[in-house]
T-cell receptor, first 114, second 113 residues
Framework: DAGVTQSPTHLIKTRGQHVTLRCSPI?????VSWYQQVLGQGPQFIFQ???????GRGNFPDRFSARQFPNYSSELNVNALLLGDSALYLC?????????????FGQGTRLTVV | RKEVEQDPGPFNVPEGATVAFNCTYS??????FFWYRQDCRKEPKLLMS???SGNEDGRFTAQLNRASQYISLLIRDSKLSDSATYLC??????????????FGKGTHLIIQP
């Protein structure tokens, strides 16, 4: 069975540009969450989607947006990139949105903003 | 006060030794707890969920103390392959919506031959 897949794996962008990151969850999983991890820190929650609806949002600016498609895959969009957006962006897949449901991460997209 | 606190280490431990990590969490309404391990420049991987009754998976034992709001992980007979960063993770509860997982900064473990 395929795990969580994210694309691209690495990306270099210039300040002010826009980026779209993609995630496909584990087959049968309906919930996708996005996290940002900067060096030396634990991942920080950005969004959770379940059944194509936003269920939660972390403390990130409106430049960050996301959506979930009918096949449960998801996109994370970041506008007007800043140097501080450089990080590993992780997608987590879970069966449902219940609090005790285990989450499984993709390999991440490493974004560098120059 | 940070929501999930861990000793960042590093913990340098000889192979075969037993090592224990603790973490504390601030939200007393938190409902679920996990340990993840993360290798350098890789994604976090679920190690185990943590239940109120405690749980064991091979050489790994996790405990939850709700009264004191801390979670522990014990690794017995440590192997070189246990070298990694161990992330304490809490699913908080605010009464509505999804708050996502809250991660500690991680504890860095180095097993030495």
């Amino acid at each position: 069975d395929a795990g969580v897949t994210q694309s691209p794996t690495h990306l270099i962008k210039t300040r002010g540009q826009h980026v779209t990151l993609r995630c496909s969850p584990i087959s049968g999983h309906k919930s996708v969450s996005w996290y940002q991890q900067v060096l030396g820190q634990g991942p920080q929650f950005i969004f959770q989607y379940y059944e194509k609806e936003e269920r939660g949002r972390g403390n990130f600016p409106d430049r960050f947006s996301a959506r979930q498609f009918p096949n449960y895959s998801s996109e994370l969009n970041v506008n007007a990139l800043l140097l501080g957006d450089s990080a590993l962006y992780l997608c987590a897949s879970s069966r449902d949105s219940a609090m005790n449901t285990e989450a499984f991460f993709g390999q991440g997209t490493r974004l560098t903003v120059v | 006060r940070k929501e999930v606190e861990q000793d960042p280490g590093p913990f340098n431990v000889p192979e075969g030794a037993t090592v224990a990590f603790n973490c504390t969490y601030s939200n007393s309404a938190s409902q679920s707890f996990f340990w993840y391990r993360q290798d350098c420049r890789k994604e976090p991987k679920l190690l185990m969920s943590v239940y109120s009754s405690g749980n064991e998976d091979g050489r790994f034992t996790a405990q939850l103390n709700r009264a004191s709001q801390y979670i522990s992980l014990l690794i017995r007979d440590s192997k070189l392959s246990d070298s990694a960063t161990y992330l304490c993770v809490v699913n908080p509860y605010s009464g509505g919506g999804a708050d996502g997982l809250t991660f500690g900064k991680g504890t860095h473990l180095i097993i030495q031959p």
